[in-house]
């Protein structure tokens, strides 16, 4: 139809927007706002809706990644508006992640945990979900800021030892600079401390020194 033609035409062009957004600070977000309101106008069905989610969870990391923080924001509440009533469960997901992420970023922890606790819950059943991010990780970095050391460990252990055992570094560098503090104390306590390092050394991060190498007992 035409309406579908017009739909791929448009996916095609934020899907070449959000890819550029990785390698350059191009104006890639207009582009997506007024592709997104022209579906918004045509009153799009879930497949348009679904896509619409992925090209705007993954503009929304990886403009995160460029420290775009405020310019994300704003696609919260659209991601969210998008996923409610979806009938894939997994944009659900995503729009939590998404409102974990940025309630960290903004300093409110507690908005945070619910989102994040909601997801984990969630990728324990379904562990392939952690390819759009890893809510144990980010909780992990919560509990490490409020200074709650045995849950944080609770998260990080686990997750660091999942992605070292299978030799992953892909799915803890997605998280971002983000997860840095939470990588530099795991090397710090020895938590998987070999794996940790070559995580920051691959975002190219300071390396703390082990335990050993700092001779604490």
Do not use: K
């Not at 309406?3 to 997506?32: I, N, P």
């Not at 994300?72 to 409102?99: C, F, G, K």
């Amino acid at each position: 139809t035409a309406r579908a033609s017009r739909a791929q035409g448009g996916l095609h062009s934020m899907g070449c927007s959000v890819s550029t957004v990785t390698v350059d600070r191009v104006c890639v977000g207009s582009e997506v706002r007024e592709r997104l309101l022209a579906f918004e106008q045509e009153a799009p069905d879930d497949f348009i809706r679904g896509v619409a989610i992925f090209y705007l969870f993954h503009y929304f990391y990886s403009a995160l990644q460029l420290g775009n923080v405020e310019e994300v924001a704003e696609l919260v509440p659209r991601i969210v508006a998008y996923s409610d009533n979806h009938p894939q469960a997994y944009m659900a997901l995503l729009a939590r992640l998404v409102t974990g992420i940025m309630a960290l970023h903004q300093g409110q922890h507690d908005s945070a945990e619910r989102a994040l606790q909601a997801v984990a819950t969630i990728q324990e059943q379904f562990p392939y979900t952690l390819v759009f991010g890893d809510a144990g990780l980010l909780l992990a970095l919560l509990y490490l800021r409020q200074h709650r050391m045995a849950l944080a460990l609770e998260y990080l252990t686990p997750r660091l030892a999942h992605y070292e055992t299978h030799g992953v570094l892909g799915f803890c560098m997605w998280q971002g600079r983000l997860i840095v503090p939470v990588l530099q104390w795991a090397v710090q306590q020895g938590v998987h401390a070999a794996f940790a390092r070559q995580v920051l050394q691959q975002l190219d991060e300071p390396i703390p020194l082990t335990p050993v190498e700092s001779g604490a007992s």
